[in-house]
């Protein structure tokens, strides 16, 4: 998420597999946002009803409600997707159509998130950079890769993280 120096954000963290079938996950990436309508008396459109505009105070509950009205779901396989234990009951095809259709990107995809997510928190930790490249990426793909990865998903290069200074939600 972008967001000027000034700006003031508060969100929900969902568990992986967890969408608003509206709202598919795939057309929610790479900054295609929704903006939901805006009601006169502050309250927004959502599935054909006007919702109280969530605060940091109440958005659990929001949340809660969410799920009761049908508007957030969990794919409950989703997890298993995720680490290839319940591709081994369905067709291949279609736990990767059913795990993207959920999360919005492919599994191979997620893993290469994750371990750029794994080589910041490394970097910084402080471990130098060849070790997170040779410890931890290289293994899987060339030291390059490294450097064009992170700053492709989470905007900084190694060296920058490693330096601090950097804001990182990970």
């Known amino acids: 998420?972008?967001?000027?120096?000034?700006?003031?954000?508060?969100?929900?963290?969902?568990?992986?597999?967890?969408?608003l079938p509206l709202f598919s996950p795939a057309r929610l990436s790479n900054l295609r946002d929704v903006v939901l309508p805006t009601l006169p008396d502050g309250r927004i459109l959502l599935g054909g009803q006007a919702w109280e505009m969530p605060t940091p105070?109440?958005?659990d509950v929001f949340v809660d409600r969410l799920g009761?009205?049908?508007?957030?779901?969990?794919?409950?396989l989703i997890e298993d997707l995720r680490y290839g234990d319940a591709a081994r009951t369905m067709p291949e095809r279609t736990a990767q159509s059913r795990f993207a259709r959920a999360v919005g990107l492919s599994r191979r995809k997620l893993q290469v998130i994750e371990r750029a997510r794994?080589?910041?928190?490394?970097?910084?930790?402080?471990t130098p950079i060849v070790?997170?490249?040779?410890?931890?990426w290289v293994s899987r793909s060339t030291a390059p890769d490294l450097t064009r990865s992170l700053r492709q998903l989470i905007g900084h290069t190694p060296a920058e993280v490693l330096r601090g200074g950097v804001f990182l939600d990970l």
């Not at 794994?118 to 402080?126: E, K, Q, S």
């Open 1 to 19: 998420m972008s967001c000027p120096r000034d700006a003031e954000y508060f969100g929900a963290d969902f568990r992986l597999g967890a969408y």
């Open 57 to 59: 105070q109440n958005v």
């Open 131 to 136: 070790d997170v490249g040779f410890r931890y």
């Open 68 to 76: 009761k009205a049908g508007l957030l779901i969990l794919d409950p």
């Open 118 to 126: 794994h080589a910041a928190r490394l970097l910084r930790a402080g």
